[in-house]
Structure formats: structure tokens, C-alpha cells
């Protein structure tokens, strides 16, 4: 069976020609197949007399296990007429609808090689997604044809459409050529034999305008059938044999230009000896537009201040920062901070806006005695007290947005440190899954970072070459990466951007390397056993724990199931490998007579095709239908991914159900923290007094997770005659902004999730005041977090008086505890140099985790990775606090198998890395909140990290990191 594959740009006759065809191949005694792959469904109207056929995407709602003779339809002439079909102008995905169709065909056997002499696709438009290009991606087409005229947007559609054609050759597919289906009678042809010679490809037909194609459309039917002998039929019927012979075997790939060699030529009418010269010209126009628009300067304000003259100061992008030789510290991290911390006393960091200023003395109670001054120092900025780099890793967005993808080895890392002159600075090389290359480098002596990206040829870039482009992420192009990229493309432009892909390839002992692309996703959590897993799984990871809410609040959720068990399980019952923090039993999805408070939608394939917006109005309806009674106070309507790409439009859905629902819809799309959107949007039309009556001892506490141990928390601040009205963020409830408003206190929670929303919220709530002590994680942190708030409100000598009888009973208990965790040394690996960001308690869920394990009494470890460092930096110490260097994952592998630590942390349940080298494991599900939850934690850690099994059964468990021979084979 032959099979062609039509493509041109919209509205230059591909239906017209493709309907050409199949009715001549068929009048010549040819079994036809046709497809019609658009939205509309029109393709195959003039074969059928202008009926338009039911989609193959409509009957699959209505036929299950179907057959061929479901969704064909014969014609007059015996063509087989298929429509792919797809949604409404405006929601869903077509591509997908082609794609499913194909699926369908598969099950019907329609594509048997035994059942047509020919199948012809006439696809829409351009080649503008993968679903579209799904009969080259799937290896169902074999020859391409592409419709094109003597305009420039034609020839410029068509040398789009060869490049997908190169990207799907080795599915068997080759452009048989270009068809010409001219405008003006009149036009030089010479100029699109050029452009064919060009790409590598011959032009098959020249059809000629001709007002018989008009007339045959009127009558609903082809031109072969109107008028067979007319010279524009023969044309149409000599094109359909030549198609049908065509052997393609052996056709060369085709040579598609580049965008900006594309312009270049056409500029010169494909002439190649007038090229140069064009090019000048529009490089010399382009300088002048470059000139005109005032591009972003390469140097940014703080690299002038950084080569400006001066000493102590550097002047960077956040204000004043440390000299360079005070940064340099990094390498003796505790110099500067050690300076810091005696200039304003031990253990007193500057405090959060609206706390007493003598907080941490008072309310520490002798915390911290016998400490180091560095290690005081490093804890006040774990927890946020005292300012961190802010060009670290984790606090620079554009790098951690950066794609996820296949990352280098050590080797290959060095050889494109040499070409982009940039030794020992990258930090991460990888290929990107959108098929670029894409490296982050350090680009200052402050460890700032910024990223560079190499990309195919004929994509919007900073620089386009011959075979690559060179682009960058972020706001704006720093130098050196400019330098580096420059640099590049000057030695290797030219070279066949897939050889440079296929550079990027991890040695076998290198996989750890994996986590360097700095991605806070799962998606490295499903890496395969050879891959890496993170040992801090990221923000996503702590979506199921955080997402809680109080009081009747209907949340209609969405999305596909794939995306709805995406976040991890946190309740107990249910089984899950993620080791994430423990909650309280918030009854997140209580049922009212069996029905449940989230409403999920469940989008399937036809929705994908066709939009989903009626399943959101479905389940609006649904709740409409309760009786009073049984109604929420509030419904919360969150999307996924998905419907994203298919347009569903859930605000129009929530507008046309709040009538019949008479209460609170609001839509907040795809949002990462539906719960902080759907806040804003119920303050965004709220009026609020400045002069309102506070509740002068009443608090909210915003931000702060449902951790076990926030209840006696609550409990502690009450009996303190401080009442606490409500805790918004992550719950929310129909109440929330009521209490908000009537609170004196605003208690803000130091992670950075909710940073944005709760400074938002304050300052649409003045004069409430705003306090955001450190988190009530043990015995120290508990009392200072209770004794800021009380202090705020006058009640500080209240409170004291609350917590010396509960801290008295458990002191004893305490103690006979930390002698024993004296004892055990606990760890932590960091998959990057920056451990500070990692541990910070802003990152790790406002949990001070190094501060809190040494308050138990734990020695504890940190292994960072150095990257391709010749040599590790040198060890750090802070009092029990040890900063260690590992380059690989032998190094890495030797140190967790030393037997020092007792147990690492990791966020997998049984992470076969630490367990089968003999350690134990554990996580934030060991700790609590509060003075009790504290003590909780202590006994919960000493019964994780003294479990013998591993120790006792470890080398029975086999190897914790890939095999020899597995590594040879990769």
C-alpha cells in the first residue's frame, strides 16, 4: 500500500489537490483510502457529493470495539472517506485527535497493507504540533507532499514542513517533492525551482489557477468528476499516477535552511551567488533596528560595580554584598558569618519585623549555650535571621526553572568546559528532553549562576549560526555566558547540531550527575533503578501533605487521573514510597451522605479532542442539585495541565452555575497553590477599612502547614489568653477572610511557599501587625516561636507562665534521651555544592533541620557534591556539625559505607542507597511541633536511627549504586 502524506500552508488547496488525486487514482480502478485530518471536517466534502461525514473522534463516544466499516464512509467514485474530526475553534487539541484516530484505525485494521493500493492524509496547515505530525511520527506516511506557490509565506510554510520531515526520516518517511498550486498565471517559476534545488527535492506538478476549480466547488464535487477532460483534470490525474509510482527509497533527506538563512535566500530569490550580498544588506538593516529598539546591554549594572574600583563593597543586584575575599569564604564558610554574630551578640540574630528585639535571649532561656559563635551564626541564617547569598542556586528562578533533561559526565563536562573557556565553572551540562543543550556556570567570584542554551537551527535565538543557535534563560544575557557562547558557535558552527547532542551522555559511574539540572520535580523520583533519585524530593513532593483545608469548601479538581495521583500520598492508610512529613487528620476530603467534598472530573481522550469545559459544569450542577443543607459555603475550581491545552475556560463555567449555586465559585486555573489563589481572589473585590476593630489578643496564623503538634500549639497560646481565629494557608474556608480581617496579629510561617501571598495579605490588612518568628520545631524553637507572639500581644509574662510547668515535666524524659543521641551521628546528602539553600529552613519546609537535630544532641554530616573539581574543597566543622566533599558516586559510595552515620535522610521510604550500605533512614515525618511534639521527635529519630536491621542484614541487600557490569553496559 502506498501511503502520502500532504502538508502546505492554510488555504493553499491542499483539500482541492488531495481530493484531485484520490478521485483520479480511484476512476483509474485504484482502492483509495482518504483522510482527512482537520478540525473541520471538510477534506473529503466534494468527494461526497458535500456531505459531511460524523467524525471518527464522534463516534468513538458512541461505538465501542470499532470496525472499519464504523467510521467509513464510501464515495460515489469508491474512495473511503475518513474524517479525523476535532473540537470547536478555540478549546481542545486536534493534534490529539488525529493521534487517537490513528490509535482507532490500528484497532479497526484499517491500514492492513492487503485492504487499499493507496492512503492519503491531507493534514491541516502547517506541521504546527506533534499531533499533527503524527502520520510522520508514528511511520504511517511514507511519502510526503507538500503544496506550496510561487509566495514567500508558501515556500516559507514549506521549508518548515522539510524540517519535520528530517526530524521523522528514520520512520521511513522521504519528501517525494512539492506540488505548485499557482496564484498568478504570470510568476517565475525559475524562482521556486531554485527554492526546490534548495531543499533538496524536486517539484512534482505545476497546477495552473483555473476557474473550473470554482465551478466543481459550487457543485459540490472534484474537478476530475466535473470535468474530466479539462487540462487542470489532466494535470490533477497526471500528478495522481506519478504520486502512485514515485519511489522514494532512496530519496536524499531533504536540506531545509535555517530562519535566518531562509530570509537570506529569499531576499536573493534562492540565487546562491547573490546570497553574501543579502545577507550584508539585512545584517546592516538589522544593526540598524537593533540600534533603534536599544537592545538589553550585555553588562549588567552589577558587573560594572564588581570591575568599579573599591574595597570592602561590591555593589550587586541586592544592594551592598561582602567582598570578594569575604565571599571567598564559601571556602571557610564561617569567617564572615563569625564576624557577623559578634558584632551583634551570640545567638541574637536580627530579628522578624514587629518581634522584640531581645526575643531570642529571653526566650531561649540559655539556648544555645557552649556553642560555637560560627555555628550560632549559621543557624540564625538557616532560619532566615540573618541575610544568605542570595545568588545561590535555589534562589535564582530562572535557573531553577531550567529544563529537565539527560545530564553530562564528568568527561564530557570537561570537554565543553574547554570549548565554551569556561574551566571548572560549569555546574550543569545536560540535554534538555526539548532537545537543546542547555549548561548553568558560575559567572562572578560570588558563585552567582547564570545559564546558556544551544538550540537546532531555526528557532528565535540571541545568535543564529549555520547548524545551531545560541540563546540564554533568564532576564537578561550575562557576559560571560555571551563570551562562551560566542566562542562556541565560532569554533563549532557548522558541525551538525545532533553530533553536538550526542556529546551529552553521562559515564555509567556519573549518573548521580542527573540531579544537577536543579529541577524540583518528580519526575526524577520515577527514574528507572540506574537513574538518580533525590534525597530532598522538592516543593512539588510536599503538595499532598499541604493542601488541607477547613470548614464546607467544595473543590472541584480538574484534571486527568494521571495528574489527580501525581501528588503523594500522605495519608497513613494508604500505601507510598514518599517518606513525606507527618499531618494532623484534617478530614481534607470529608462526604456529606456518601458524597464527597472534591469533585473530580476525570478528563479523558474525548475531552483532550474536543475541550472539557462541560465536565467542570457537570459537576458545578451536581453540587447545585444538594439540598440547602448539604451545600458548601464555597466552591474552588483548579485545573491541571491539560486543560491549559485544550482552552477550558473555567471561569465562564463557575459565572454560569453561581446563579443556580448562590454562593462563592471561584475558578483559579492551573495553580500550583490553589488554596493562596483562591484567597487572593476572594480579597481581590473586598473593601477594607483601615479603621476596622482589631481583636486586640486575637492572632491568625498564616502559612503554616497541619503538622502534628500545631493543635498544642494552639492549646499553649490559648491558655496564655491569646485566642487564635483561624489558620489560612494551606486551608482555607468561608470564614477565613472575615478572621483575617478582624485579627491584631498576623502570625506568618517561614517558608518560602507562601512568602508572596502573606506579604500581599499584610498589607492589605494594616494596621494589623505581622510577626514571622522562627518555626516551633523542638524545645528551643517552641518557646521562642510562642514567646514572639505573646511578646507582640503583651501577654509575654502570661505565656512563661503557661510553659514552665510543661516544660519542667518533660525535662527529665529530655534528658535521659539526648545523652543517648549523644552518642549517633545523623547525615544528610546534598546533590549540588549548595548545601546552605538545601538546608535552610525557608526551603525545607520552614523546618531549621540542622539546628533542631543538634538540639537533640546528634553529631551530624553533611556530604555535598564538588562537581568536577581536580580537588574537594577542604572539610568544614561547626562544633557537631561536619561539611563534607564527594566528586562521584564511588567517593559518595565510600562515604556512606564508612559507618560513621547512623542513618541519612531521604524523602523514599527504604532508599536502597543508604539501606543496603547498612544505614537507616529518616525524614520530617520524625518531627513535630511544639514543646510535647518535640520530645515526640527526639524518641521518634532514636527509633529510626538505632534500628539494627540494616546494620545486621546489609550484605545479604546487594549493591547500593549501579553494578560494575551494569555500568560497563551503559
Excluded at 704 to 733: C, H, K, N, Q
Amino acid at each position: 500500500m502506498e501511503r502520502v502524506v500532504i502538508f502546505g500552508k492554510g488555504g493553499i488547496g491542499k483539500s482541492t489537490i488531495s481530493c484531485g488525486i484520490s478521485a483520479s487514482l480511484a476512476a483509474a480502478g485504484k482502492r483509495v483510502l482518504h483522510v482527512g485530518c482537520d478540525p473541520k471536517h471538510d477534506s473529503t466534502a466534494a468527494l461526497l457529493r458535500g456531505k459531511l461525514v460524523d467524525p471518527v473522534v464522534d463516534r468513538i463516544e458512541r461505538v465501542r470495539g470499532v470496525a472499519a466499516e464504523d467510521i467509513v464512509v464510501r464515495s460515489p467514485l469508491g474512495v473511503d472517506c475518513v474524517e479525523a474530526g476535532g473540537p470547536a475553534a478555540g478549546v481542545g487539541c486536534g493534534g490529539r485527535g488525529i493521534t487517537r484516530m490513528l490509535e482507532i484505525f490500528g484497532e479497526a485494521g484499517l491500514l492492513d497493507e492487503a485492504r487499499y493500493d493507496i492512503a492519503l492524509y491531507d493534514v491541516l496547515g502547517d506541521v504546527v504540533c506533534g499531533g499533527f505530525a503524527a502520520p510522520l511520527r508514528r511511520g504511517i506516511g511514507e511519502k510526503v507532499v507538500i503544496v506550496t506557490s510561487e509566495e514567500l509565506m508558501a515556500l516559507y510554510a514549506a521549508n518548515n514542513i522539510a524540517r519535520a520531515v528530517v526530524h521523522y526520516a528514520q520512520n521511513g518517511i522521504a519528501l517525494a517533492g512539492l506540488v505548485v498550486n499557482l496564484k498568478d498565471p504570470q510568476a517565475d517559476r525559475q524562482v521556486v525551482e531554485r527554492f526546490a534545488a534548495r531543499l533538496n527535492t524536486q517539484v512534482l506538478a505545476w497546477i495552473p489557477r483555473d476557474p473550473l476549480i470554482r465551478e466543481a466547488e459550487f457543485a459540490r464535487t472534484t474537478v476530475v468528476e466535473a470535468f474530466p477532460g479539462a487540462p487542470i483534470s489532466r494535470a490533477l490525474q497526471g500528478l495522481a499516477e506519478q504520486l502512485f509510482d514515485e519511489r522514494v527509497d532512496d530519496r536524499p533527506l531533504p536540506t531545509p535552511m535555517s530562519e535566518q538563512e531562509f530570509h537570506v535566500a529569499a531576499r536573493a530569490r534562492f540565487r546562491g551567488e547573490r546570497e553574501a550580498a543579502a545577507a550584508a544588506e539585512l545584517e546592516a538593516e538589522q544593526r540598524q533596528a537593533d540600534a533603534v529598539l536599544a537592545p538589553v546591554a550585555l553588562v549588567s549594572p552589577a558587573s560594572l560595580a564588581r570591575n568599579g574600583k573599591g574595597g570592602g563593597q561590591e555593589q550587586g543586584r541586592d544592594g551592598p554584598q561582602p567582598s570578594a575575599q569575604a565571599k571567598r569564604g564559601g571556602q571557610h564558610p564561617g569567617e564572615g558569618s563569625e564576624r557577623g554574630a559578634r558584632g551583634r551578640g551570640a545567638g541574637q540574630g536580627r530579628g522578624p519585623a514587629g518581634a522584640d528585639h531581645d526575643v531570642g535571649r529571653d526566650a531561649d532561656r540559655g539556648a544555645g549555650q557552649g556553642r560555637d559563635p560560627r555555628t550560632e551564626a549559621l543557624f540564625a541564617e538557616l532560619r532566615g535571621e540573618l541575610p544568605s547569598n542570595p545568588e545561590s542556586v535555589y534562589e535564582q528562578h530562572e535557573v531553577r526553572l531550567s529544563r529537565p533533561g539527560l545530564a553530562a559526565g564528568v568527561e564530557a563536562t570537561r570537554r565543553f568546559e574547554q570549548a565554551f573557556g569556561l574551566v571548572g565553572k560549569l555546574r550543569s551540562l545536560k540535554r534538555t528532553d526539548d532537545g537543546t543543550v542547555e549548561f548553568v556556570a558560575e559567572v562572578d567570584e560570588r558563585g552567582s549562576l547564570a545559564c546558556g542554551v544551544l538550540g537546532p537551527p531555526g528557532v528565535p535565538a540571541w545568535r543564529e549560526g549555520k547548524s545551531f543557535t545560541a540563546s540564554y534563560r533568564g532576564k537578561a544575557l550575562d557576559p560571560v555566558i555571551a563570551r562562551a557562547l560566542a566562542r562556541f558557535m565560532a569554533r563549532y558552527d557548522g558541525v551538525p547540531f545532533e553530533q553536538i547532542l550526542d556529546q551529552i551522555r553521562p559515564e555509567a559511574g556519573d549518573e548521580h550527575m542527573l540531579a544537577n539540572d536543579y529541577q524540583e520535580s518528580l519526575f526524577y523520583a520515577f527514574a528507572p533503578a540506574s537513574g538518580w533519585r533525590r534525597f530532598f524530593e522538592g516543593t512539588e513532593l510536599y503538595r499532598g501533605t499541604c493542601s488541607a483545608r477547613q470548614g464546607k469548601v467544595a473543590i472541584v479538581d480538574h484534571t486527568d487521573i494521571e495528574c489527580f495521583f501525581h501528588a503523594p500520598i500522605s495519608e497513613d492508610w494508604l500505601p507510598s514510597f514518599f517518606n513525606t512529613p507527618a499531618c494532623a487528620d484534617e478530614d481534607r476530603v470529608a462526604h456529606v451522605e456518601g458524597r464527597a467534598r472534591m469533585l473530580f472530573t476525570d478528563i479523558g481522550d474525548v475531552d483532550v479532542i474536543k475541550g472539557a469545559d462541560r465536565l467542570v459544569d457537570e459537576a458545578l450542577e451536581l453540587l447545585a442539585e444538594l439540598p440547602e443543607s448539604e451545600r458548601p459555603d464555597s466552591v474552588v475550581v483548579q485545573g491541571g495541565c491539560l486543560p491549559e491545552v485544550t482552552g477550558d475556560d473555567l471561569e465562564a463555567s463557575a459565572a454560569r452555575t453561581r446563579g443556580k449555586l448562590r454562593l462563592p465559585v471561584l475558578a483559579v486555573g492551573q495553580h500550583n497553590d490553589p488554596s493562596a489563589k483562591a484567597l487572593g481572589e476572594g480579597f481581590a473585590g473586598r473593601e477594607i477599612s483601615s479603621s476596622r476593630p482589631l481583636d486586640a489578643t486575637g492572632v491568625v496564623l498564616m502559612g503554616m502547614p497541619a503538622f502534628i503538634g500545631r493543635d498544642e500549639l494552639v492549646a499553649l497560646l490559648e491558655a496564655a489568653g491569646i485566642s487564635v481565629l483561624a489558620t489560612v494557608l494551606p486551608e482555607m474556608d468561608e470564614d477565613s477572610i472575615d478572621q483575617l480581617c478582624r485579627a491584631g496579629l498576623l502570625v506568618e510561617y517561614p517558608w518560602e511557599r507562601y512568602e508572596v501571598p502573606m506579604a500581599r495579605i499584610g498589607e492589605r490588612l494594616v494596621p494589623a501587625r505581622r510577626v514571622r518568628p522562627p518555626a516551633p520545631f523542638g524545645l528551643e524553637g517552641s518557646r521562642r516561636w510562642l514567646m514572639t507572639i505573646a511578646r507582640a500581644l503583651g501577654r509575654g509574662a502570661q505565656m512563661a507562665e503557661v510553659l514552665e510547668p510543661v516544660e519542667a515535666g518533660l525535662r527529665e524524659r529530655w534528658s535521659a534521651l539526648q545523652a543517648r543521641a549523644r552518642r549517633i551521628r545523623v547525615g544528610f546528602v546534598i546533590e549540588h555544592a549548595h548545601w546552605r539553600s538545601v538546608l535552610s529552613a525557608r526551603r525545607s519546609l520552614g523546618v531549621p533541620l540542622l539546628e533542631i537535630l543538634g538540639e537533640m544532641g546528634f553529631g551530624v554530616d553533611v556530604l555535598a557534591y564538588a562537581g568536577t573539581r581536580s580537588k574537594p574543597p577542604p572539610e568544614e566543622r561547626y562544633d557537631e556539625l561536619r561539611i563534607r566533599w564527594y566528586r562521584d558516586v564511588d567517593e559518595l559510595d565510600a562515604l556512606l559505607g564508612a559507618g560513621e552515620v547512623a542513618a541519612w535522610y531521604s524523602e523514599m521510604h527504604y532508599d536502597r542507597r543508604l539501606t543496603r550500605k547498612g544505614c537507616n533512614t529518616f525524614s520530617m515525618r520524625a518531627l513535630n511541633m511544639g514543646p510535647r511534639g518535640a520530645l515526640n521527635s527526639l524518641e521518634a529519630m532514636l527509633d529510626a536511627v538505632e534500628l539494627p536491621f540494616y546494620r545486621s542484614y546489609a550484605r545479604f541487600l546487594g549493591s547500593a549504586f549501579l553494578e560494575a557490569g551494569d555500568r560497563g553496559a551503559r
